[in-house]
């Protein structure tokens, strides 16, 4: 097992890389709760059952969809990242294509599973891989720097710090709240033992914050451990029906099709080489192994559509897990575990809330910024799609927002320049389906 990892080449051992596996599933364990919820529109009434999920199928299909997709990564891939059904695709499966189109839920299966075969013809045919490397060094830097933004953002509105301001959009929080005090002190016990070099430190401090909110009852004690599985009965095979219903087959679906495509493609390449930069996996500017890494996410996506939830993708949280020693795919599969388990134990996940998850976001943040040394800001046709990258993705919640910001900007500014050439012909076909992206998104 330790040859086939390459424990020894890269610097590690079972221990870090369970500790590594662990800490990546508590910082998405949230994703077990939060999907069922979205998908099936819980905080909608008075809504028709047909157009309502069942939570209890959703909360098993979300568990398995991260199970294979997590395995396949570790033992395919061979990369600490796990996957999951990916917050914003969930949302826009719920509230755009259920709620807004009002397509019933097992079309939006449909479109996933569509997406997904493109996606994996794509990765079969090295397509993905190339695309991948075709960008420039500059714009993956930023790529990692933004989404490091993006994800302590997150965790600071997680935490209550920041919170919505009708005046300004964002202001501090009460930092009083019992909760946002028990983030912080999160915080700062991580912050301490980084500083001290303790490995592991993130993980330990989302276990001492869950003790520590115990003791002064901000987090509930489990009334039971084990729980009942829940049927997937409701949702498995779903997708299919879609296909034989006339009504599926429409230009709004074919652009929902195309909205899953394009959404997932870049949010998947901007985590595997912001995870991967962070990680020190990656060689000559290159995501060694990347067609495998992607083969895992068509077919978690694949597996999640069949059982019934929406597009799997690979989780940037697994920073958390790589900030704690992870760095081979022993620690995807640890994580795969603990998802599995996680159909029995869920009483007992249920205590990990956003205040205690929080501090590891802010802290991925803290160590994914570092890549913005890396940037050639004195070269103004570089720092203006770089920093476009950066900054719309924590601006507009969206990492594929902000990577097809740059990736237009890039050959703009690259052509005023006078270096048309130094530009990849892909990056010229990213700008033109980048564009259709926005087109697309404003429908």
């Known amino acids: ?103 019933p839920w097992q079309h939006a299966l449909a479109a996933v599973f569509i997406s997904s075969v493109f996606f994996l013809i794509l990765t079969i045919s090295g397509w993905r891989e190339k695309l991948i490397n075709a960008i420039p060094v500059e714009l993956k830097h930023a790529v990692g720097a933004g989404i490091g933004l993006f994800i302590t953002f997150i965790g600071l509105k997680n935490a209550g710090i920041i919170v919505d301001n009708p005046a300004t959009l964002v202001g501090l929080g009460d930092l009083t709240n019992s909760n946002t005090l028990l983030a912080l002190f999160g915080l700062l016990i991580t912050v301490i033992m980084l500083t001290r070099g303790i490995h592991g430190a993130v993980f330990f401090g989302i276990i001492i914050s869950v003790i520590v909110g115990m003791i002064f009852n901000l987090i509930d004690t489990p009334e039971k451990v084990v729980g009942a599985v829940p049927s997937v009965a409701p949702t498995f095979g779903a997708v299919f029906s879609a296909f034989g219903d006339p009504s599926f087959y429409t230009a709004t679906m074919l652009g929902i099709i195309l909205t899953f495509l394009f959404v997932d493609f870049f949010d998947n390449a901007g985590t595997l080489v912001a995870v991967a930069n962070q990680a020190g996996l990656m060689k000559d500017n290159k995501l060694p192994r990347a067609g495998r890494a992607l083969f895992a996410d068509s077919i978690a996506s694949l597996v999640g559509s069949i059982f019934g939830t929406s597009t799997t993708t690979s989780y940037i949280e697994s920073s958390a897990g790589v900030a704690s020693g992870a760095r081979s795919g022993f620690a995807s599969l640890v994580t795969a575990g603990f998802f599995l388990l996680s159909l029995f134990f869920f009483p007992l996940l249920s205590v990990v809330t956003s205040a205690v998850t929080a501090p590891a976001l802010i802290i991925v943040g803290v160590l994914m910024v570092s890549s913005l040394g890396k940037i050639e800001w004195g070269r103004f046709e570089i720092a203006v799609p770089s920093f476009l990258t950066m900054i719309a993705m924590p601006l507009s919640s969206s990492i594929a927002t902000g990577i097809a910001a740059g990736f237009i900007f890039y050959p703009i500014t690259m052509i005023v320049k006078g270096k048309s050439k130094e530009v990849h012909p892909i990056m010229y076909l990213f700008f033109v389906i980048f564009v259709l992206y926005f087109v697309f998104l404003t429908e």
């Open 1 to 103: 097992m330790k040859k086939y990892f390459e424990f020894e080449k890269l610097g590690t051992n079972y221990r870090r890389e369970f500790i590594g596996g662990m800490t990546t599933f508590l910082a998405m364990a949230y994703i077990l709760i939060v999907n069922p919820n979205i998908l099936t529109l819980a905080d909608i009434q008075d809504l028709p059952d047909s157009l309502r999920m069942d939570a209890g199928a959703v909360f098993v299909a979300t568990a398995l969809a991260a199970a294979v997709g997590s395995i396949i990564m570790g033992l395919i891939g061979k990369y600490p990242i796990a996957l999951a059904p990916g917050m914003g695709l969930n949302a826009f499966f719920a509230y755009t294509v259920v709620l807004s189109h009002g397509a």
